[in-house]
């Protein structure tokens, strides 16, 4: 494995890969989550670049930029070991020199849900990802359900934007009890790691109750009792897949998404209600 950290090197060592070439950006302290968008690609593609770097602009001014976990050294073996080819892991002045300013917005989309408690998230997210998708040139871009309106909102950009690299999702990689693996459970207590499979269990008969009829009110005010205290929801809704506007009825596409807070540590999940 190759490994870059400035954007000319990035272009000239991409330029002699196979094609077709997948790509997996991410922040690092890999886990098998991440791992399983590199077998995904692995499957799907000639060679593999993967991407680590912890993007300041999509960190809001108290959120947790500076004690992110980090952990290049275990992530380089990691993406040897998966058979990735190329590591770009810059550092932020590569990306953002002296003197950047543009911004990419997608409207609307990224004002919801994410977007309406870290407002200038998804501005960071799509910002850096044109730049990554302009470096790599990838064909295929890996992304995880994981993180579902991530996916909605980069799926609109490459639309929006023809970036010429098609997006493939990825289910969610959980622990046994259902906890969706995130860099961020490494700060869950005790405590809080015993409570968190109860925002999957709770988005789980959301369903159950979608299902069975009712419509996404009482499914919401009947789901939202199963999230163990101290867990604090920030929102639970069914959402349409690509707008993410909210809906009244279960129809598909759609996820169930919904967030909570563990302490100081936020949790994402959803479920994906795919179209027969
Ligand atoms: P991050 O490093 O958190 O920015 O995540 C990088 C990529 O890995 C994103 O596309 C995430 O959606 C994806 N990802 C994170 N956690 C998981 C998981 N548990 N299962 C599948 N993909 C994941």
Redesign the pocket.
Known sequence: MRVVSTVAEAREALSSLPRPLGFV????ALHA??L??VRAARAQCAAVAASVFVNPTQFGPLEDFERYPRDDEGDRRKLQECGVDLLFAPGVDAMYPPGFSTTVDVGEIGTRYEGAIRPTHFRGVTTVVSKLINVVQADMLF?????AQ?TAVLRKLVRDLDFPVRVEI?P??READGL????RNVYLSPELRAAAPSLHRALQEMLALLRAGKDARAAREQARRLLDPPAIWDYVDLVDMDTFSPLQQLRAPAFIIGAARFGSTRLLDNLMVAAE
């Open positions: 950006p991410t922040m690092g989550g991440h399983e968008l992304l995880g359900q994981k993180d991530q990825v969610t990689v969706a693996l995130s860099s």
